[in-house]
Structures are given as structure tokens and as C-alpha cells.
């Protein structure tokens, strides 16, 4: 049980990975570091909530791992890019 758990959060980060690279590709790095970034993230959040809430239920375990995933890719974000021109006092 505890295989099929870990390898639907890798699926889920993988899954998170492709949807945040399509939509925001203009702000993220590399295609490979966001989608193991993904898959990471979410293996590290399943592992912390399955230690934390023990094998009660599987559902928590994949939202941990949603949750995680999310703010591991978020750490990639690069600010968007516009040029703004100083003045020359500021």
C-alpha cells in the first residue's frame, strides 16, 4: 500500500510540475528542474504527513504532498521581466 501511496504522489508532483512549467514557463528554469522539483517536493510532503498522521487514511497523505510540492515550486519563480528605467536622483 505504502508502494502505490508514494508513487501517486510522484505521479501528482509530476502531474503539478507540467501544469505549473505550461502556465508560468516564462518564470520558471529548466523543463528537467521543475518537473523533478515537482516530483521531489511531493514525495517529501507525502513522507512527512504519512510520518506525522500514520496510515489512517491515504488522502491527507496526497494533499501533503500536493501542498509541498506547490511551495517547492513556487521557490523557483523568478520575478517577471520589465525593465524599469531609474531616474537618474533615485
Known sequence: MLFFEALGSAV????FGLAAFHRLAHRL???P????????GALFGDFVTHSALGS???LPSL??????SAAS???????????RRRSATA
Not at 33 to 40: Q, R
Request: aromatic share 0%; net charge positive.
Open 63 to 68: 494533499l501533503g504532498a500536493v501542498v509541498v
Open 29 to 31: 528554469p529548466s523543463r
Open 56 to 58: 489512517a487514511s491515504v
Open 12 to 15: 501528482l508532483g509530476l502531474l
Open 33 to 40: 528542474l521543475v518537473l523533478s522539483t515537482g516530483v521531489a
Open 73 to 83: 515550486l513556487s521557490l523557483l519563480l523568478r520575478p517577471a521581466r520589465r525593465m
